[in-house]
């Protein structure tokens, strides 16, 4: 049984009512049960989110304790949180592989978003498809396996 994390971090539970025109009109409960969907027989998707740094950072040593991969959407913590980068790079630098998502194309709004500290330590970056991104990113980690 291959586990994936998908993570997320601050304000992403108000998906659907927060800035539709940024980030669309798919509620947080109709991606949670679109990924859960997604999920392959031998495959559990566990999706979370969370306002709290140190509750994802140790979500991310829980995956790395129990050698999962992790789709991770940062959401604000992308553009400052050296914490999470060095929790990522431990994943990483493991083996495992850690895709780091965005609803929106950060590089395309306003400049303090254009920096991730995550994307030089991430497996790879997706971002700019909407909620499309995390199935995408389940693409990704499958096919690294
Ligand atoms: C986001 C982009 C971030 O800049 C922002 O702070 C978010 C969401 C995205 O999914 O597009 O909260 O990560």
Known sequence: MTTILVLN???????????????????????VESLNAAAAPAETISVRQTNDESELIGWLHEALDARAEVILNPAAFTHYSYALRDAVAMLTGAGLSVVEVHISNPHAREEFRHTSVISGVATGVIAGFGVQSYHLALAAVRSRR
């Open 9 to 31: 971090g601050p304000n992403l539970s108000r998906l659907g009512s927060r800035e539709p025109d940024v980030y669309g009109s798919t509620t947080w409960e109709q991606l």
